[in-house]
């Protein structure tokens, strides 16, 4: 036995590889990596961009409409995932399906625990970062080493790049509209919301918009509650709502409706197909979500169809006519 497991190790250096992670851990990987399990949904996402076909095990299941959108990742199985409210994930069931690597969101509160109770699955893991949306580019550097596809990733990183460029491309034009100052509304009754300094709000920064809610954050979760007379106080110019629901009946509501937000019809939901375009989870649909809300603040600005571009460079699997919503 112990011959045998000499031979295996020895097989391990000869035909593995060391790549550096994001923290400057050495870690040996098989020569290539053909799955992916992810400790967080906004890293399964960034893994789906790259190639559906990697991903291992999901965080939680996709929604039967998101079918059409995510190929072969739509019936792995669910192995689950931290990502708040004392959730964890199926130890044993990971050791079942035994992914070739396992990447981690890095940094986070705990992280040395959680890396330790993954670490003992005896499969190599990988601790990236995931706090700006330049933590893209790293991502998908990494997975173009992992896979040894760099073209692919190249292509990624370059949409990055270039979204993240847009607020210095078009400086000239923007400057020529009046400025916009933005209401985040989350939750059903639309007061919760996210302070200058989350990064829940990061495609708000990168589309050039002023956030007119003057608050500290208290935590790291974000959602800080405001109350209606501070939101009246700070009569946004335009309000984008996480909830469809919200953005749709807030006209009506007589509490809202001196805001001119609401009286000039500058209420908007969040687009979510097949994710969320801002937030929760914060993934690289932020990308396209910097588009559609420079497209909402400065129209015009934008003359090509971002959203059909969008859906396929990172979606080849959907085939069916584009849809904001």
Known sequence: ??????????????????????FNRSVEVPDVVRSIYTTHPPLTLSVLAFDPALVAALNMPFKPDQKAWVGPAFDKSVAGGYFGQGQSANLELLAQIKPDV?????????????????????IPVLLVNNRD????????????T????????????????????????????????????????????????ECDGSFHIQPFVFAGAKNAMRCTMSSGFGMEKVSLESVLAADPDVIVAMEREFALHVKDDPRWKSLRAVREGRVMSVPSRPFNYISRPPSFMRLVGIRWLMGQFYPGLLQEDEQARFEAFFFPYHKEPHDAH
């Open 1 to 22: 036995m112990r011959m045998i497991l000499s031979l295996f190790c020895v097989y391990v250096s000869l035909f593995g590889r060391v790549v550096v992670d994001d």
């Open 102 to 122: 396992i990447l981690m969101w890095g940094g986070k509160v705990g992280s040395d625990k959680l890396l330790a109770k993954i670490g003992a699955l005896g």
């Open 133 to 144: 949306l330049s933590d893209l580019i790293t991502q998908f550097r990494l997975l173009g």
């Open 146 to 193: 992992l896979t040894r596809n760099t073209a692919r990733a190249m292509e990624l990183i370059d949409y990055t790049k270039e979204s993240l460029r847009l607020l210095e491309t078009y400086a000239q034009r923007i400057s020529k509209y009046p400025e916009v100052r933005y209401y985040f509304a989350q939750g059903s009754d639309g007061l919760s919301t």
